[in-house]
């Protein structure tokens, strides 16, 4: 059973930083894509960052270009989220995804909050 672990949410002032990690049970390799989404209250889920394995390519939602980076550790197994000049807008609980390439499955993390504020 595939399982997604995140860590290092918190509470952190806007302006400030943070970076989320998630180790993924087994290789990162048998994943792709790879990324980060986050769901605010009374929003709908949204994608954040993505890694595209076979390709090394990344892709950020409008609002975090820029300002986070997506980057896959192959001898940890995590996928990280580096987030600097966090706003409030970011706050939400972000999610950490991999699509299994064979067999074809979705997986998901727990989520861990992150909350900007002053």
């Known amino acids: 059973q595939v399982q997604l672990v995140e860590s290092g949410g918190g509470l952190v002032q806007p302006g400030g930083s943070l970076r989320l990690s998630c180790e993924v049970s087994?290789?990162?390799?048998?994943?792709?894509?790879l990324g980060w989404y986050r769901q605010a209250p009374g929003k709908q889920r949204e994608l954040v960052a993505s890694f595209i394995i076979t390709h090394g390519s990344t892709d950020y939602a409008d609002s975090v270009k820029g300002r986070f980076t997506i980057s896959t550790n192959s001898a940890k197994n995590t996928v990280d989220l580096q987030m600097n000049s966090l706003k409030p807008e970011d706050t939400a609980v972000y999610y950490c995804?991999?699509?299994?390439?064979?067999?074809?499955?979705?997986?998901w993390g727990q989520g861990t909050q992150v909350t900007v504020s002053s």
């Open positions: 995804y991999a699509a299994q390439r064979w067999p074809r499955a979705d997986y």
């Open positions: 087994g290789s990162i390799f048998s994943f792709n894509p």
